[in-house]
T-cell receptor, first 113, second 115 residues
Framework: NAGVTQTPKFQVLKTGQSMTLQCAQD?????MSWYRQDPGMGLRLIHY???????DQGEVPNGYNVSRSTTEDFPLRLLSAAPSQTSVYFC????????????FGSGTQLSVL | AQSVTQLDSQVPVFEEAPVELRCNYS??????LFWYVQYPNQGLQLLLK??????LVKGINGFEAEFNKSQTSFHLRKPSVHISDTAEYFC?????????????FGTGTRLLVSP
């Protein structure tokens, strides 16, 4: 059982480049989300989705785009990377319900030079 | 909107000693409360959660937490820690009425267990 799979694990970008962080889950979870983790700031919600075709903004959405065309996949796009986007990114998923356990991927460490 | 405060950024402790990691929350609505643990170079995993009922919640690896509504706290405790408990611990809340899992996390407490 793969759970939540994130790729790549590490990425270095130059300012202005674009890229997509991939997230896939095989648990048929309705809810998927992206967090960024920065030292001293904990995890902050970027975007989330409650089902295919439905996405919404979290606490820090600027500079990021998402789409949810299938239940399994929830990619995060950086259209023009900035040094402020240097962070560790986590994808998480769960069944629908505010008391449900979140399952996290192992993270993507992104550096923007 | 909810917020979570973890006052201690780092807690050093000796092996086999007890530990308490503090968490306070703020919310205008009823919430669910969670503790997640992050081991080095890994994603977060659920330690325990409070939904309703008994205010003392037991989790994995011998951890427990107590919900105190009057003090809006949800402190995590373990009576005797092991080296393997060295990790970062995150307290989190979600809005009971939201219908879906949208967690607000605290800034984390790094537990350092030494021999």
């Amino acid at each position: 059982n793969a759970g939540v799979t994130q790729t790549p694990k590490f990425q270095v970008l130059k300012t202005g480049q674009s890229m997509t962080l991939q997230c896939a889950q095989d648990m048929n979870h309705e809810y998927m989300s992206w967090y960024r983790q920065d030292p001293g700031m904990g995890l902050r919600l970027i975007h989330y989705s409650v089902g295919a075709g439905i996405t919404d903004q979290g606490e820090v959405p600027n500079g990021y785009n998402v789409s949810r065309s299938t239940t399994e996949d929830f990619p995060l796009r950086l259209l023009s990377a900035a040094p402020s986007q240097t962070s560790v990114y986590f994808c998480a998923s769960s069944y629908y319900g505010s008391n449900e356990k979140l399952f996290f991927g192992s993270g993507t460490q992104l550096s923007v030079l | 909107a909810q917020s979570v405060t973890q006052l201690d950024s780092q807690v050093p402790v000796f092996e086999e000693a007890p530990v308490e990691l503090r968490c306070n929350y703020s919310s205008s609505v009823s919430v669910y409360l969670f503790w997640y643990v992050q081991y080095p170079n890994q994603g977060l995993q659920l330690l325990l959660k409070y939904l309703s009922g008994s205010t003392l919640v037991k989790g994995i690896n011998g951890f427990e937490a107590e919900f105190n509504k009057s003090q809006t706290s949800f402190h995590l405790r373990k009576p005797s820690v092991h080296i393997s408990d060295t990790a970062e611990y995150f307290c989190a809340v979600s809005d009971q009425g939201a219908g879906f899992q949208k967690l607000v996390f605290g800034t984390g407490t790094r537990l350092l267990v030494s021999p």
